[in-house]
């Protein structure tokens, strides 16, 4: 298990410069840009624009704060994101517009390349949940979305909001006490 601190994370501009993101963790660990086969991420949306687009890539945006967004995606058509905590699966790779409904928003944004060994799936679940590494191989975050979780293992671990856990091998993991939410995101690899 390895805790990554929501402290930690150095906010970087999009690839096309219309908001801010913080990486949680991406695979393989040495990818830059978009070498990615899978990456998690917080984004902040502080204006109405573009998002950049990841050729070959699917995504799964969870809204995690705010009031929400209107999508516009190209041959797709429109998507209204104004519930919290609800995972949203569209491609990458479809110019997509964006319109505030009321201020700025952070997204839970995970994405992962299409057509290859890399996957995602996101979860949000409500209240205590036993957490540790996927029994088929890969990687298994846990993000507490509202503050006040503790992580239970020999020890109590205190996490703040954003915090993660990284379940990788064979980690039995552990209980995650909270009476919040927690994403749940299970991340296959090579």
């Known amino acids: 298990m390895k805790l990554l601190r929501a402290a930690d994370r150095v906010a970087v501009p999009w690839k096309n410069g219309g908001g801010i993101t913080r990486e949680i963790a991406a ?3 040495e990818a830059t840009g978009e070498g990615f086969g899978w990456r998690v991420s917080l984004a ?15 995504r799964v945006l969870t809204m995690v704060e705010g009031d929400g967004m209107d999508l516009a995606l190209e041959g797709i058509g429109p998507r209204r ?10 491609p990458g790779d479809v110019p997509t517009g964006c319109r505030l409904l009321g201020g700025s928003v952070v997204n839970l944004n995970v994405m992962h390349r299409r057509g290859s060994s890399y996957g995602a ?7 205590d949940v036993v957490i540790g590494a996927p029994q088929d191989g890969g990687t298994r975050l846990a993000l507490p979305l509202d ?37 749940v995101i299970t991340l296959r690899h090579p």
Not at 81 to 90: A, E
Not at 121 to 127: A, I, P, R
Not at 151 to 164: N, V
């Open 27 to 29: 695979r393989p660990q």
């Open 44 to 58: 902040e949306v502080a204006a109405d624009g573009p998002f950049s687009a990841f050729p070959g890539v699917d």
């Open 81 to 90: 994101v104004d519930t919290r905590f609800v995972p949203q699966h569209f």
């Open 121 to 127: 799936e996101v979860e949000v679940v409500t209240g």
């Open 147 to 183: 503050p006040g979780a503790d992580f239970l293992r020999q020890a109590a671990t205190p996490l703040e909001r954003y915090d993660a856990l990284a379940f990788t091998g064979t980690d039995p993991g552990g209980l995650l006490r909270t009476t919040g939410r927690t994403a």
